[in-house]
């Protein structure tokens, strides 16, 4: 069986220009997922997809195999997929891979086994697609309706029950996700076919956006690094 993982990684970004260069604990942020990939046993190979020398000659630097990304994959709205595919017909020449995971630059908090647990689940559930979330059954969450009212999602507000009672929904978290080939392929989409869930805290479920968000990935890493010191 063949697994690859693909880190897509554009060198501009609107919310926080140079973003996944930028060091965090002294390691370029695109850094941390090529570590965590690289660190997965299941995984043979880790591709970094970038329109950005500087980007790829960190990847090198790391580990990772760079792969050039077209300008028309590196648009703005331009979807990851593109990027994924594109790697695909760059690297399987005869050597067809089973399952692509796709790591997020922009998500640098992950445990060490998260990646390799989430492949042994999609395995043994026979799932196509599988996504990283965060459970959030203890929020009472609200929307504007079409008239631009407000009304509740998951709970009655006359009828208001206790938070561990209400419906337990997901977040998206956009750490990881794992996609058999063939269903990449043929959907153009991250997700598709039977899918399955690798459940995250909130602690590992930070996207860098802005600089708040970096700041805040960075004491949180901080944290971990001090308290798995502590233990030693």
């Known amino acids: 069986m063949r697994i690859i993982s693909v880190i897509p990684a554009k060198g501009d970004s609107k919310g926080l220009p140079g973003k996944n260069v930028m060091k965090i604990l002294d390691k370029p942020l695109v850094a941390w997922s090529i570590e965590h990939a690289l660190n ?51 690297i399987e020449d005869g050597d067809p891979v089973d399952y692509v995971v796709f790591l997020q630059p922009t998500s640098p908090i992950r445990a060490e086994d998260d990646i390799e647990k989430a492949i042994k689940k999609i395995i043994e559930e026979g799932a196509d697609s599988l996504l990283s979330v965060t459970p959030i059954k203890d929020h009472f969450k609200w929307r504007k309706n079409k008239t631009g009212e407000m009304e509740p999602i998951n709970y009655d507000f006359k009828n208001r029950r206790p938070r561990q009672q209400i419906e337990e929904l997901y977040l998206e978290n956009g750490s990881f996700y794992i996609t058999k080939t063939d269903v990449l392929k043929k959907e153009r989409n991250r997700l598709g076919g039977k899918i399955a869930i690798y459940e995250m805290p909130k602690g590992r479920s930070f996207q860098i956006d802005d600089a708040e968000d970096f700041e805040a990935c960075e004491y949180l890493l901080t944290k971990m690094y001090e308290r798995e010191n502590a233990k030693q």
Do not use: M, W
């Open 40 to 90: 997965t046993k299941l995984i043979n190979q880790v591709y970094v997809s970038s329109d950005s020398v500087t980007i790829l000659d960190i990847a090198r630097d790391y580990g990772a195999e760079g792969i050039l990304r077209p300008a028309e994959y590196a648009r703005d709205d331009s979807p990851s997929e593109d990027a994924l595919l594109h790697v695909l017909s760059k």
